[in-house]
């Protein structure tokens, strides 16, 4: 243990020694000034350079001797010793050692070590009140701050005054609380009652809750404020069919009636069966209606029209057969009721009648049918009160209800659905009641009765003049809201009326012939005929007028007398085959008023001073076709049927004695011609306003007002002309005569109205891959040709039988070829060209007389290998010479010429046509296809006799000249149909084969291969990864750019420093130094170096080497620390690695540092500083006394030599600064980098 004693102590005496020599450099800088706290100077320098007081005044400075240029410590804050005080703020500028202290309020001088103790300054904030002390000042602060100078407000709100989530804002005077919703009070503690307002409707209960409230509903409401009323229904409570109609708080059902099965069903939701119809009573087809009360099952009976009673049992029905009346007496009535009424039901089909008349002969009111519609009048003492009418037919024989109102207003309406418009017409009328007490007392129904039957209380009603007397029936009349029951009449109340409705069916055996409507007239029937038919049961048909029979000609005239229209209608039949011909005329004053023709078939009208009118439809189809024309004021208008065709303007005429009205022709051949011609048909049932004009009278009628005056070769009834008499059926054809007309029956493979057209198409003329088309008089073969190239041509010649002008040629081709003849034929100095010409279809004619070449091109190019259909046509096919106009596809403007040429004439010449190719041209031919040409009708067959085929009977034909044969088809043969071409190539089709144009990226038939990218190796400096149509570089190290081709600039950002130049390299750089420069950055001052030898051969040593020369060997000799033939190695002494305890080592000149581990200490940290330190503190101390007087003698012995050494030691070595000044202050951050050497 003593032995161990002194080994200790030897490293504890030299840490205390360092201590002591720092703390009494301390104490000897103050005396420099604040400004040398820091100890800023370094290199030897002096702060404040010995002079108190300037060191006093401006806060010191660093003296350099003469050789320096700074010394001051790079990068030194003069503010890091904190050399302002109380809290006072430093600042300086960069690279100056001055300081400036910003002194608290209450302090001053250079660190604010002066306290000025006085309150002048006024630095109490916020109206705070300030106080002198021996040691400062204090500030009393007003309400609401508080801090040393008063300069914080206090916060009102640290209490958390505000209660239930409210929101604090405090101020100077206060604090406010920002309630949330359901609260207020000034600290929101008072809650909001939502339920003051009452919100809640029918009967809610409202819940006060926080912010809000909600409302508990009765069971019949929902909603917020339960303002909806709950629906019922929605469970369908309705059984059985029952429809549920919803109600406040309750629903009801409406049971069905049980039409469809007999079954009833009553209760409150439909679900009991009534029983009370089980054994019902009803009678006369009575419906039974079940009912339950008071538990028992009833029944009531819902009684049909024409009865009443409990059981339907009574019939409320007359019927009157002519002659007859029903009287009726009403109770007596007070001159207080204001009410009067009579509800019926009557059947009848007599347009004109008295249905009931109430009242006297002064006092009354009658309802009657007059012409089928209903009037009402009244008369109240022979003045005229009221009239009523409703227009609807109900003279029809069917049932009707009426009702008459007179109250306030007079009121009649038609009751039941056959009225769906104007069923109620109503107007005021001031009735005084005691003026009708008495006379609306009784009420007559059907008639009045005739003489004194009724007796003297009608008040010589008798005598008045009725409308006729009601045939058929009525019932459920009610007068006066009182129903009335014939069975309680006596016999002196009614004549010729019965029970019931006697009604016969005059019309059941259907008496009416030719489709004529029958009416039944309850007593007889009535047959509404339709034209041309007439009589008592419309069997008589009106006599036609035949016009024209066996190409005669003819007409009818018919003079008007003792008549005076302003307005008529004329109106027949008509039925002819012929295209024209005259059909009417009115005369007036032997001027033609008006006339009525036709022409192409269709009516024309024409008036005085007007143009023609034509009708739109033809009328010549040997049918019937009814025409009407319609003479108004002003106006003329014609039907055809019932349809307006139109109307022409006419002057204001009559139709009057003296006129003549003339059909089918005039008696003047010139004027007939003009309109038309003699009219060749049959013309029938001609009438004026329902008046007819007969040819040939059919009826015995009264005296006519138009009597006939002409007649001239007009037969009656309808026969046709024999046209088979001329044997006009050809080619074996049988004959068949229709009205005025013929039809053959033709044999097989003959067609047309004569069978004078043979069907060449039915006997199969043309092969199988070819399409007959029929031509006048034979057949073409129409087939698409396909040509392979060079010698494929076919060329033809006209028979010379080729007649008609040649103005037009139409083909279709398809090709990929660019540049091709089509069609060519040239007789000079004409010729034609068609072809294409760079991708487009080009046109050339020379022709007739003209010396213009004519040339066309077509817009778009026609060399994709599809079908297109073109059209080379004169403008004006007419005209010797015109413009040609080209159709491309059915284009809408195409192409025209702007010269003029002649027509294709030439080619009915001994020239020949080429297709596909030109002679003599040595070039290859068309490679594709063309259909048949045609040229104005005549077809460039592909077939002809020589091949086989049959022989064409047309006169005018193109014939094939050349012997070789064509091959025909061109199938579509849709070979990319089936989407070869992968990754979105292209399939182009050709004809017998497919081509895919690969899309970017992709080769090979199908495109199935991706096109190797990377194969031309286009990263320069780098990987390339292949794409689709692309490749990415993955760069070298140093180099950028799509292709890795650019080297990136290490040179930008380079830390080169002291004007070094910076040299770019691949993916690093360097620097070349200044000539005293050296290190990687440049940033170190080259060492002393030696050179020994000669020009020819030296030697050069780094590092304070010494160079030698010994019997002409060149040698470097290295100081310590340095190796090498140069001495550019610096030994590394740490290599060995010296330090223990994980001590940190770092390599020195000629020798290492250990920076040690806490708890650790020694040059290579061996002393473990926890172990035995009690034990050895009274031996420390002793060595604590020994090692102050040691240490004063050692401070004198450093201040002598340190003396001495700046006065003799004059350089500055910043290699040194760098290795033995920064990397000290870098231990506790990083261990230290590699030394740099020169090398």
């Not at 009991?272 to 009531?300: A, D, M, T, W, Y």
């Amino acid at each position: 243990m003593n032995n161990m004693a002194p080994s200790r102590r030897s490293p504890l005496l030299f840490y205390l020694s360092v201590l002591l020599l720092v703390l009494l450099k301390k104490s000897l800088c103050m005396k420099d000034g604040p400004r040398c706290l820091s100890n800023p100077c370094q290199k030897d320098s002096e702060c404040g350079g010995g002079d108190a007081a300037a060191a006093a005044t401006t806060g010191g400075g660093c003296h350099c001797p003469d050789s320096l240029q700074d010394c001051v410590q790079t990068g030194y804050d003069p503010c890091s010793s904190s050399p302002c005080l109380h809290n006072a703020t430093c600042s300086s500028a960069a690279g100056n050692l001055n300081f400036t202290c910003s002194c608290p309020l209450g302090y001053t001088g250079a660190t604010c070590e002066v306290a000025t103790g006085t309150c002048d300054w006024h630095f109490c904030m916020h109206g705070g009140t300030c106080h002198d002390k021996v040691d400062g000042v204090a500030c009393l602060c007003a309400e609401g701050y508080t801090g040393t100078y008063c300069e914080r407000e206090i916060d009102k709100c640290l209490s958390s005054p505000c209660l239930n989530g409210a929101v604090c804002r405090g101020n100077m005077t206060g604090y406010a609380c920002y309630c949330v919703p359901g609260y207020q009070g000034k600290h929101c503690h008072l809650e909001v009652n939502e339920c003051v307002s009452e919100p809640c409707l029918n009967g809610g209960t409202c819940l006060n809750m926080i912010g809000k409230y909600e409302c508990i509903c009765p069971q019949e409401y929902t909603g917020i404020h339960c303002e909806e009323d709950v629906n019922e229904c929605h469970i369908n409570p309705c059984q059985n069919g029952g429809t549920c109609e919803n109600s406040f708080g309750n629903y009801t059902c409406h049971c069905p009636p049980g039409e469809e099965d007999g079954i009833f069903y009553s209760g409150w939701n439909c679900s009991e069966v009534l029983l009370g119809c089980i054994q019902h009573k009803c009678q006369n087809k009575g419906l039974c209606i079940p009912h339950l009360r008071n538990g028992q099952h009833r029944f009531s009976c819902l009684c049909p029209n024409g009865y009443t009673g409990v059981h339907c049992e009574t019939m409320t029905t007359v019927s009157f057969q002519g002659n007859g009346f029903l009287q009726v007496h009403s109770a007596t009535a007070t001159a207080q009721d204001s009410f009067y009424n009579i509800n019926l039901r009557f059947l009848t089909a007599q347009p004109t009648t008295l249905i009931f008349y109430r009242g006297d002969k002064d006092t009354f009111m009658k309802l009657e049918l007059l012409n089928g519609y209903l009037h009402l009048s009244m008369q109240i003492n022979n003045k005229s009160k009221a009239f009523l009418h409703i227009p609807h037919n109900v003279s029809d024989g069917e049932w009707h209800s009426v009702e008459v109102i007179i109250a306030r207003m007079v009121t009649l309406k038609l009751l039941d659905s056959s009225c769906m418009e104007s069923c109620l017409h109503e107007t005021t009328a001031t009735i005084d009641r005691n003026q009708t007490l008495f006379a609306f007392q009784s009420t007559f129904f059907g008639s009045l009765p005739v003489g004194n039957r009724s007796g003297d209380s009608l008040q010589n009603i008798y005598n008045l003049q009725p409308a006729p007397s009601f045939v058929g029936c009525l019932q459920d009349i009610e007068i006066d809201l009182n129903f009335f029951i014939p069975e309680n009449l006596s016999c002196d109340s009614y004549l010729n009326v019965k029970a019931g409705c006697a009604k016969k069916d005059w019309c059941e055996q259907h008496p009416c012939q030719n489709k004529g409507r029958c009416v039944n007239l309850w007593l007889s029937y009535q047959c509404d005929c339709y034209r041309p038919y007439t009589g008592p049961d419309c069997a008589t048909e009106y006599i036609p007028g035949r016009f024209g029979h066996e190409e005669s000609t003819g007409y009818a005239a018919f003079t008007v007398q003792d008549i005076d229209y302003e307005s008529g209608t004329i109106s027949m039949f008509l039925r002819t085959r012929k295209s024209s011909g005259f059909l009417f005329a009115l005369e007036k004053n032997r001027f033609l008023f008006l006339k009525v023709w036709l022409e192409d078939g269709k009516l024309i009208l024409l008036g005085p001073s007007s143009t023609k009118f034509q009708g739109t439809q033809a009328v010549n189809d040997g049918n019937f076709y009814l025409i009407s024309l319609k003479i108004e004021p002003n106006k003329t208008e014609l039907f055809h049927s019932t349809q307006n065709l139109g109307s022409i303007s006419t002057p204001i005429i009559k139709i009057q004695s003296g006129d003549i009205i003339y059909i089918g022709g005039l008696p003047e051949d010139q004027e007939t011609n003009i309109n038309g011609g003699y009219f060749k048909g049959c013309i029938q049932d001609l009438r004026l306003n329902n008046q007819p004009l007969e040819f040939f009278p059919v009826t015995t009628s009264e005296k006519s007002v138009i009597s006939k005056s002409a007649l001239i070769n007009v037969a009656p009834g309808c026969a046709g002309d024999n046209f088979c008499k001329s044997n006009p059926c050809q080619n074996g054809g049988v004959c068949y005569s229709i009205w005025d007309d013929f039809t053959c029956t033709c044999p097989p493979n003959t067609a047309g109205k004569a069978c004078e057209e043979v069907q060449w198409c039915e006997l199969s003329p043309c092969p199988h891959e070819a399409q007959c088309q029929p031509v006048h008089r034979g057949f073409e073969c129409l087939a698409n040709a396909i040509f392979s190239g060079r010698s494929s041509a076919v060329f033809y010649r006209s028979n010379g039988k080729i007649r008609r002008d040649l103005t037009k040629i139409t083909f279709g081709f398809r090709t990929r070829d660019s540049d091709v003849i089509l069609l060519y034929a040239e007789k000079e100095p004409e010729f034609i060209t068609i072809g294409i010409q760079n991708t487009k279809l080009g046109i050339q004619l020379q022709s007739g007389n003209s010396f213009y070449t004519l040339s066309l091109t077509s817009s778009q190019p026609v060399n994709d290998g599809q079908w297109h259909h073109v059209t080379f046509s004169m403008v004006e096919p007419l005209s010797q010479s015109s413009r040609w106009h080209i159709d491309l596809d059915d284009e809408e403007d195409g192409v025209t010429s702007t010269v003029a040429t002649g027509n294709l004439n030439f080619l009915r010449e001994e020239i020949d046509i080429y297709l596909a190719d030109k002679p003599f041209d040595n070039l290859d031919g068309l490679r594709g296809c063309i259909s048949t040409v045609e040229i104005d009708g005549i077809y460039l067959s592909y077939f002809d006799s020589a091949d086989g085929y049959m022989k064409k009977p047309q006169e005018e034909q193109f014939l094939k000249i050349s012997a070789n044969s064509v091959a025909t088809g061109c199938p579509q043969l849709e070979a990319c149909s089936s989407n070869p071409c992968m990754h979105d190539g292209v399939c182009e089709d050709f004809y017998t084969y497919y081509l895919c144009i690969c899309a970017e990226g992709y080769t090979g038939t199908h495109c199935g291969i991706n096109i190797d990218d990377c194969a031309s190796n286009p990263c320069v400096h780098g990987n390339c990864s292949d794409g689709i149509a692309s490749y990415n570089c993955v760069c070298d190290p140093g180099y950028t750019g799509a292709r890795c081709e650019e080297d990136i600039d290490d040179c930008r950002g380079h830390l080169c420093a002291n004007g070094a130049t910076c040299i770019d390299e691949v993916n690093s750089y360097s620097c070349l130094c200044p000539g005293n420069f050296t290190g990687r950055f440049c940033r170190r001052i080259q060492v002393p170096s030696t050179v020994c030898g000669n020009e020819k051969r030296n030697l050069t040593c780094y590092n304070y080497g010494n160079c030698t020369e010994h019997q002409g060997y060149l040698k470097c000799t290295c100081i310590p620390g340095f190796t090498g033939q140069r001495c550019e190695v610096d030994i590394n002494e740490c290599i060995s690695d010296p330090c223990l305890h994980g001590g940190l080592c770092q390599n020195l000149l000629n020798k290492f540092h250990c920076v040690c581990e806490m708890n650790y200490a020694g040059e290579r940290c061996e002393i473990d500083l926890t172990a035995d330190l009690a034990s050895n503190i009274f031996t420390s101390v002793g060595s604590v006394t020994l090692a102050l007087l040691f240490i004063f003698l050692l401070a004198g012995t450093v201040s002598i030599v340190t003396a001495n050494k700046r006065a003799t030691q004059g350089t500055y070595s910043p290699s040194r600064q760098e290795k033995e000044g920064s990397r000290v202050e870098m231990w506790d951050m990083e261990p230290p980098p590699p030394m740099e050497r020169l090398i």
